[in-house]
């Protein structure tokens, strides 16, 4: 049988739309509106630096052209208009009710007067000197601009011979590009930031003093900036992505933003320049690079800008972490419980004399992670410390090249999992040495963490997760096992409990599927409720479709991209896709299955795509606990369900907020209700 499936980078675009709607609410407070907004664009910046690279990369090798220009115009068309729903809510509402409240953002050089004198002070002595000017001619061609640099173009005239000349400036990568205005200037109670772009427009003509100033223009090129590695890349794999982290910057260019004001015949010099067709350019008002602005008002002091402050939970594990795993399974859910929790795990086990190793995969981590520090201390203490960092978590290659090095300065030992897989496994493991109080003989006691987020405090405190605690032996001997097949210990991986990719996750996932599908044609209750980040495996798809097709209700949450179609006669009839966007990003993995009423939770490391099922190194864990069970339930799978916040998808892959009974609190603020009472 065919089955029909919705386009993976259309998918990405809507959730980016779905994104954008938080910024359009008139309920978000005024300064959140204005992240969201940044938060889209950083969105889109990703979406075409592997996305839509990715895209291209196929129109290079297929033999169907015709299709895949479709994708790509559709892709152009869909992302223009995201693009121009972004800038009417910045300069139609968002700059206007900021100005309204005292917060100017001058974008546009349409400054008061008595605002002059300081800003081209700003100009003079803090920009201009640190500004790279090349006036285009056969020996000065069209420089390289670097991935998501910002440029200007500027249109110059010969003062004797009146011939029309270009030039490019070139803001060097990590220069400052927003400038808050002193309070003398703007007033004790006001806020003025003065962007490089209005300073620009203003004094652009002070650069180039031997020219007649006509205009300038600015301008933006986004690069293709995934990392592809060889079979032979991976015989030394520091070096080469280390060298593949300096190609980033120069890689073929999939975007170039220019100024609405930018005429046509500029327009195609510059993407002529950069061998792409018109097509590729983007026009956009006043800024491109809101991406980089994320924080930029954080420090405003006026609570009704910002969400109520949130302060995760602490949890009181005792005197003893230990003993308080020991005793049951703890499962931590963030950002609602603090992730000072998993610090303290491993910090209490640093200085611990009876530890005698901790093992821990590293996918992500903070800058100045106390987790790595901990490790580090760890291995200074004599503890043996074993660390599996990715060195391929894209766009955290080189801060994750720097923590391995470290890690390996001070005696931890460092690997880099199984060569061509990456590991986005969540997993610590802590071994003690105890004494049984019955025979008062010595042993090995294990502590495991399994999770479904990165061991990283920052992203704990806006992703919701949740972290299993468990001394469980069947559940930390695979664990182990686990380990010992990532330092290339052991060739195959058979663990008992949990699931692991590439290997057992399809098979499993068919299990699961096949014993609902068994229950529903004997005419017993047969559900499923999934929640990942995103769904494309159409090997896993074609499963739920036989599902739906036998009778099996499944409820699919799925914060991203779907690329199943829900509601298709003879296909999907029994399938729902729900999508929940808020203040905090949906990042947990769910499996719930019936079960025969056995009710049957898993949490993973893994979203269901064909990298994570098959060509990743990933981990799903049972919720063993029955408390632990319904607190997932209760706290990340119903309160999307009955959410009028929740976005439902249609056969028509239109997603829209269908639920107008549902109950009126987001399921962020349900979960953090529940977890208060469940806890």
């Given at each position: 049988?065919?089955?029909?499936?919705?386009?993976?980078?259309?998918?990405?675009?809507?959730?980016?739309?779905?994104?954008?709607?938080?910024?359009?609410?008139?309920?978000?407070?005024?300064?959140?509106?204005?992240?969201?907004?940044?938060?889209?664009?950083?969105?889109?910046?990703?979406?075409?630096?592997?996305?839509?690279?990715?895209?291209?990369?196929?129109?290079?090798?297929?033999?169907?052209?015709?299709?895949?220009?479709?994708?790509?115009?559709?892709?152009?068309?869909k992302s223009k208009k995201i693009e121009k729903e972004i800038q009417a809510e910045l300069f139609g509402k968002i700059i206007p009710e900021?100005?309204?409240?005292?917060?100017?953002?001058?974008?546009?050089?349409?400054?008061?007067?008595?605002?002059?004198?300081?800003?081209?002070?700003?100009?003079?002595?803090?920009?201009?000197?640190?500004?790279?000017?090349?006036?285009?001619?056969?020996?000065?061609?069209?420089?390289?601009?670097?991935?998501?640099?910002?440029?200007?173009?500027?249109?110059?005239?010969?003062?004797?011979?009146?011939?029309?000349?270009?030039?490019?400036?070139?803001?060097?990568?990590?220069?400052?590009?927003?400038?808050?205005?002193?309070?003398?200037?703007?007033?004790?109670?006001?806020?003025?930031?003065?962007?490089?772009?209005?300073?620009?427009?203003?004094?652009?003509?002070?650069?180039?003093?031997?020219?007649n100033y006509i205009d300038e223009y600015q301008f933006k090129v986004t690069r293709n900036s995934d990392l592809l590695l060889s079979a032979?890349?991976?015989?030394?794999?520091?070096?080469?992505?280390?060298?593949?982290?300096?190609?980033?910057?120069?890689?073929?260019?999939?975007?170039?933003?220019?100024?609405?004001?930018?005429?046509?015949?500029?327009?195609?010099?510059?993407?002529?320049?950069?061998?792409?067709?018109?097509?590729?350019?983007?026009?956009?008002?006043?800024?491109?690079?809101?991406?980089?602005?994320?924080?930029?008002?954080?420090?405003?002091?006026?609570?009704?800008?910002?969400?109520?402050?949130?302060?995760?939970?602490?949890?009181?594990?005792?005197?003893?972490?230990?003993?308080?795993?020991?005793?049951?399974?703890?499962?931590?859910?963030?950002?609602?419980?603090?992730?000072?929790?998993?610090?303290?795990?491993?910090?209490?086990?640093?200085?611990?004399?009876?530890?005698?190793?901790?093992?821990?995969?590293?996918?992500?981590?903070?800058?100045?992670?106390?987790?790595?520090?901990?490790?580090?201390?760890?291995?200074?203490?004599?503890?043996?410390?074993?660390?599996?960092?990715?060195?391929?978590?894209?766009?955290?290659?080189?801060?994750?090249?720097?923590?391995?090095?470290?890690?390996?300065?001070?005696?931890?030992?460092?690997?880099?999992?199984?060569?061509?897989?990456?590991?986005?496994?969540?997993?610590?493991?802590?071994?003690?040495?105890?004494?049984?109080?019955?025979?008062?003989?010595?042993?090995?006691?294990?502590?495991?963490?399994?999770?479904?987020?990165?061991?990283?405090?920052?992203?704990?405190?806006?992703?919701?997760?949740?972290?299993?605690?468990?001394?469980?032996?069947?559940?930390?001997?695979?664990?182990?096992?686990?380990?010992?097949?990532?330092?290339?210990?052991?060739?195959?991986?058979?663990?008992?409990?949990?699931?692991?990719?590439?290997?057992?996750?399809?098979?499993?996932?068919?299990?699961?599927?096949?014993?609902?599908?068994?229950?529903?044609?004997?005419?017993?209750?047969?559900?499923?409720?999934?929640?990942?980040?995103?769904?494309?495996?159409?090997?896993?798809?074609?499963?739920?479709?036989?599902?739906?097709?036998?009778?099996?209700?499944?409820?699919?949450?799925?914060?991203?991209?779907?690329?199943?179609?829900?509601?298709?006669?003879?296909?999907?009839?029994?399938?729902?896709?729900?999508?929940?966007?808020?203040?905090?990003?949906?990042?947990?993995?769910?499996?719930?299955?019936?079960?025969?009423?056995?009710?049957?939770?898993?949490?993973?490391?893994?979203?269901?795509?064909?990298?994570?099922?098959?060509?990743?190194?990933?981990?799903?864990?049972?919720?063993?606990?029955?408390?632990?069970?319904?607190?997932?339930?209760?706290?990340?799978?119903?309160?999307?369900?009955?959410?009028?916040?929740?976005?439902?998808?249609?056969?028509?892959?239109?997603?829209?907020?269908?639920?107008?009974?549902?109950?009126?609190?987001?399921?962020?603020?349900?979960?953090?209700?529940?977890?208060?009472?469940?806890?």
């Amino acid at each position: 049988m065919s089955f029909t499936y919705n386009d993976r980078e259309l998918s990405n675009l809507d959730f980016i739309s779905r994104v954008l709607t938080i910024a359009s609410n008139p309920k978000v407070p005024l300064i959140e509106r204005f992240r969201y907004v940044c938060i889209c664009c950083s969105l889109l910046d990703e979406f075409f630096e592997i996305r839509f690279s990715s895209v291209l990369e196929e129109a290079k090798n297929t033999k169907n052209q015709k299709n895949i220009q479709k994708k790509i115009d559709l892709i152009q068309k869909k992302s223009k208009k995201i693009e121009k729903e972004i800038q009417a809510e910045l300069f139609g509402k968002i700059i206007p009710e900021l100005r309204n409240n005292e917060i100017t953002l001058f974008i546009d050089n349409d400054w008061p007067e008595k605002y002059s004198k300081t800003i081209k002070r700003i100009f003079t002595q803090q920009v201009k000197p640190y500004l790279n000017l090349i006036v285009l001619n056969v020996n000065r061609p069209f420089p390289k601009m670097i991935n998501k640099s910002t440029g200007y173009f500027v249109e110059l005239q010969e003062k004797d011979t009146k011939q029309t000349r270009y030039a490019i400036v070139q803001i060097p990568r990590m220069f400052q590009r927003v400038y808050e205005l002193p309070k003398q200037t703007t007033g004790a109670k006001k806020y003025g930031f003065v962007f490089l772009v209005a300073m620009m427009r203003e004094f652009a003509s002070i650069l180039f003093p031997d020219h007649n100033y006509i205009d300038e223009y600015q301008f933006k090129v986004t690069r293709n900036s995934d990392l592809l590695l060889s079979a032979e890349d991976m015989d030394d794999l520091r070096d080469s992505i280390s060298g593949k982290l300096m190609t980033r910057q120069t890689g073929e260019p999939v975007r170039i933003e220019t100024s609405t004001r930018m005429p046509k015949n500029i327009v195609k010099f510059i993407a002529d320049n950069h061998d792409v067709t018109t097509n590729f350019v983007h026009p956009f008002r006043g800024t491109p690079s809101l991406a980089n602005y994320i924080g930029l008002l954080d420090h405003i002091n006026n609570p009704s800008f910002f969400f109520p402050k949130h302060q995760p939970r602490k949890i009181n594990f005792g005197e003893d972490i230990f003993q308080w795993i020991k005793e049951k399974d703890r499962l931590a859910h963030h950002p609602y419980e603090s992730f000072d929790i998993v610090n303290q795990f491993v910090k209490s086990a640093a200085t611990d004399p009876n530890v005698v190793s901790i093992k821990q995969t590293i996918y992500r981590a903070d800058k100045k992670s106390k987790l790595i520090q901990s490790l580090m201390e760890a291995s200074i203490n004599g503890i043996d410390v074993n660390v599996v960092i990715e060195l391929q978590a894209r766009f955290d290659e080189e801060a994750n090249l720097k923590w391995a090095e470290k890690l390996e300065n001070v005696g931890a030992h460092v690997v880099h999992g199984k060569p061509n897989f990456k590991c986005h496994a969540k997993l610590l493991i802590i071994s003690r040495k105890e004494i049984n109080p019955n025979n008062k003989k010595p042993y090995i006691q294990h502590y495991a963490h399994l999770g479904t987020g990165n061991y990283s405090a920052g992203n704990a405190s806006s992703y919701t997760d949740f972290g299993l605690f468990t001394a469980d032996k069947t559940i930390c001997s695979d664990i182990l096992m686990t380990f010992d097949f990532l330092s290339g210990v052991r060739k195959e991986l058979k663990p008992k409990e949990i699931i692991n990719s590439p290997e057992r996750h399809i098979l499993f996932l068919k299990r699961m599927i096949s014993h609902e599908i068994k229950q529903a044609r004997l005419g017993k209750t047969a559900e499923m409720i999934i929640k990942v980040n995103s769904l494309t495996d159409t090997r896993v798809i074609d499963m739920l479709y036989r599902a739906s097709n036998s009778g099996v209700r499944i409820t699919m949450i799925i914060r991203g991209v779907s690329r199943l179609i829900p509601g298709i006669k003879g296909q999907s009839e029994n399938i729902r896709v729900l999508s929940t966007v808020g203040r905090f990003l949906e990042h947990h993995r769910i499996f719930y299955f019936y079960h025969g009423g056995k009710e049957l939770v898993y949490c993973s490391s893994a979203d269901w795509m064909e990298r994570n099922l098959s060509r990743r190194t990933e981990v799903t864990f049972p919720i063993k606990n029955q408390r632990l069970k319904e607190r997932v339930i209760d706290e990340a799978l119903y309160p999307h369900i009955d959410s009028k916040h929740t976005y439902w998808l249609s056969k028509k892959l239109d997603y829209s907020l269908k639920n107008k009974k549902g109950d009126a609190r987001h399921p962020n603020e349900i979960a953090l209700e529940k977890s208060i009472i469940t806890n």
